[in-house]
């Protein structure tokens, strides 16, 4: 089992920034794949960012040259830093840790307002 803790979120106004932070614990693999995904009011929960342990990244278009994810993979937590969020942002982020399955956070509020 993997245990997934996030933290970070909460309200901006547009323009702002905010970082979202996620550590994983329990039974890990040395190869894995973190990231995060979010679920704004009444759409499907989409891919945001991932990054696996060797530090190649992927980003949704939408938050290409805004958003940045990071990792320190001797704490096993790895970051989203926002930058020039918008109110489209707003969502419940998840964080998603990969190896062999996939584990899920519990969620964490942004909301970005006007």
């Known amino acids: 089992q993997v245990q997934l803790v996030e933290s970070g979120g909460g309200s901006v106004q547009a323009g702002g920034s905010l970082r979202l932070s996620c550590a994983a614990s329990g039974s890990l693999f040395s190869g894995n794949t973190m990231g995060w995904y979010r679920q704004g009011p009444g759409k499907q929960r989409e891919l945001v960012a991932t990054?696996?342990?060797?530090?190649?990244?992927n980003y949704a278009e939408s938050v290409k040259g805004r958003f940045t994810i990071s990792r320190d993979n001797a704490k096993n937590t790895v970051y989203l830093q926002m930058n020039s969020l918008t109110p489209e942002d707003t969502a419940v982020y998840y964080c998603?840790?990969?190896?062999?399955?996939?584990?899920w956070g519990q969620g964490i509020q942004v909301t970005v307002s006007s």
């Open positions: 998603n840790y990969w190896a062999r399955v996939g584990y």
């Open positions: 990054i696996t342990s060797g530090g190649y990244t």
